[in-house]
């Protein structure tokens, strides 16, 4: 009835010269240890199996160049060491205290990390990024690209801003994959059409308004053949944000600006379910760029830690820490508890959720599809982007 397109869109800022924690390398040793080796790990179990994963990874220009870094490599193992480290002496602490769950956490952590450091040195070569092109050139996985420094399409002032990140995109992109990209994750999924321009301030604001190119412009002429965008934009209504429930400030942010901006109301015409060409040039000879659109059902349930599977009470917390090693022994309990009130982690508890979840999940994709062919007769397509440090980092099970 139809398909799914899972994708993982791999990205970090650049953190290599910021010092360790808390915006230093930490943040991307954490994202190599909990998502991209993990990632790797499940990839390299279902082709032992003989099963080809054939999903589509994001990797960002500025996260590659720093994977590829000596620097992030010294540095991981130094940070992996240390998690290893803390583990024991949080489990001899425990153990004195007679705290049995934390005890036997901490002996789940001296494990995971010591796995991850030999995955790192002996499966992979201490290169992340050539196991992912490894992949690529075996057909297991599409490697996406994405902004060359991750800059929001739709507020850079100047085209040739929008030309310089897709072009430093594609060059850095042939340098670690050894290939063009055929499709782009657009920074924040944000695109704007073609459209008469005026500078809202600065010296700029008093200039006539001249025309711009849209963003499919740019990519269509840099070879990219595809990229993907939220629901709101393809059918307008309420757009829904990933991580607008984790932050207070996001979400006042969020408030000021929908007192001012008005929703463009949904097109019930269009469909996330199939595929389009965008040309907003209105040029016939240009050529079109095709659009993936988020599944918002599927997502909701993915992402969501107040409606979706990440808020399961079982599941590992993500914000309480044990001091020093940092390491997280409590679990979620409800989305709504205080850090106070969080309860032990148990890992033996967390296999028959993580079946229930994802039995739902492979149900709910079906019933979408199913619906979507009842109504229109055509096999819909279910779009699932996710940013790739949710599995693993955000949702350790997911």
């Known amino acids: 009835m139809g398909s799914l397109v899972l994708v993982l869109h791999c990205h970090l800022p650049y953190v290599l010269t910021h010092g360790r924690w808390p915006h230093g390398l930490d943040w991307l040793n954490e994202a190599a240890a909990e998502t991209y080796i993990p990632l790797l790990n ?7 199996q003989g099963y080809s994963p054939k999903i589509t990874v994001g990797i960002s220009p500025v996260l590659a160049e720093q994977l590829s870094d000596d620097v992030f490599r010294e540095e991981f193992l130094y940070y992996l060491q240390s998690k290893i480290k803390s583990a024991r002496e949080d489990r001899t602490a ?3 205290t007679g705290q049995k769950r934390l005890s036997e956490t901490a002996d789940f952590w001296y494990e995971w990390y010591s796995k991850i450091k030999t995955d790192f040195i002996k499966r992979y070569g201490q290169d992340i990024v050539a196991a992912f092109r490894q992949l690529q050139d075996e057909g297991h996985i599409e490697i996406l690209t994405s902004g060359a420094t991750h800059g929001y399409f739709p507020l850079l002032g100047l085209d040739t801003s ?38 809202p301030v600065g010296i700029g604001a ?15 002429e840099n070879g990219i053949d595809y990229f993907f965008i939220d629901s709101a934009l393809l059918k307008g209504g309420k757009a829904l944000g990933v991580y607008i429930e984790r932050f207070e400030g996001l979400k ?11 929703e463009r109301p949904e097109d019930f015409t269009k469909s996330p379910y199939e595929l389009y060409l965008v040309n907003s040039s209105g040029k016939p000879e240009k050529k079109p760029v095709g659009v993936f659109t988020r599944d918002p059902r599927t997502a ?11 808020g399961d009470g079982w599941y590992l917390d993500f914000h309480k820490k044990h001091f020093p090693g940092g390491h997280r022994y409590w679990r979620v309990t409800s989305s709504k ?62």
């Open 94 to 96: 425990f153990s004195k």
């Open 42 to 48: 499940v990839f390299d179990e279902l082709t032992t």
């Open 337 to 398: 508890a205080d850090l106070a009130d969080k309860m032990e982690y148990s890992p033996d508890r967390v296999e028959s959720r993580l079946e229930e979840n994802s039995d739902h999940f492979v149900h709910l994709v079906r019933d979408v599809l199913r619906e979507h062919y009842e109504l229109t007769g055509k096999r819909g397509v279910i779009t699932a982007p996710y940013d790739a440090e949710l599995f693993g980092h955000w949702w350790f099970e997911g």
């Open 162 to 199: 929008i030309q310089a990140q897709v072009k430093a995109a594609v060059v850095t992109h042939r340098k670690h994959f050894g290939r063009a990209p055929r499709g782009i994750w657009l920074p924040e999924c944000a695109y704007r059409p073609a459209y008469e321009w005026k500078p």
């Open 206 to 220: 008093s200039r006539p308004a001249y025309p711009r190119k849209g963003i499919e412009e740019f990519l269509s």
């Open 252 to 262: 006042r942010i969020w408030q000021q600006f929908q007192e001012q901006v008005e």
């Open 300 to 310: 909701l349930q993915v992402w969501s830690g107040e409606h979706g599977y990440p």
